[in-house]
């Protein structure tokens, strides 16, 4: 199994900027793709960015040109940093890594950290 734990959150004015971090254990982290979800009071969890395993990265059109998505390995951690962010990104933040094998989705979930974007 693997483990994550996310980091970075906290309040921020529009136009900042924060970056999340989420470090992983328990398992080989390097095979795994890695997700960052969030969300919002009253709405649905909704994917923000991902990164595969092979370093391919991709965006909601809501966050993309903001968000930047990316891992180290060595260090067991994907980062996400958030910049030019607005009210509508006050989220809870997760965590999530991924594998499919033999045609199983095994996936894993952080606790989640907390972004508020407010003046």
């Known amino acids: 199994q693997v483990q994550l734990v996310e980091s970075g959150g906290g309040l921020v004015q529009p136009g900042g900027s924060l970056r999340l971090s989420c470090a992983a254990s328990g398992s080989i982290f390097s095979i795994y793709n890695m997700l960052w979800y969030r969300q919002a009071p009253g709405k649905q969890r909704e994917l923000a960015a991902i990164?595969?395993?092979?370093?391919?990265?991709n965006y909601a059109d809501a966050v993309k040109g903001r968000f930047t998505i990316s891992r180290d390995n060595a260090k067991n951690t994907v980062y996400l940093q958030m910049n030019s962010l607005k009210p509508e990104d006050t989220a809870v933040y997760y965590c999530?890594?991924?594998?499919?094998?033999?045609?199983?989705?095994?996936?894993?979930w952080g606790q989640g950290t907390q972004v508020t974007v407010s003046s």
């Open positions: 999530n890594a991924v594998r499919v094998v033999a045609g199983s989705v095994h996936t894993f």
């Open positions: 990164i595969t395993n092979g370093g391919i990265t």
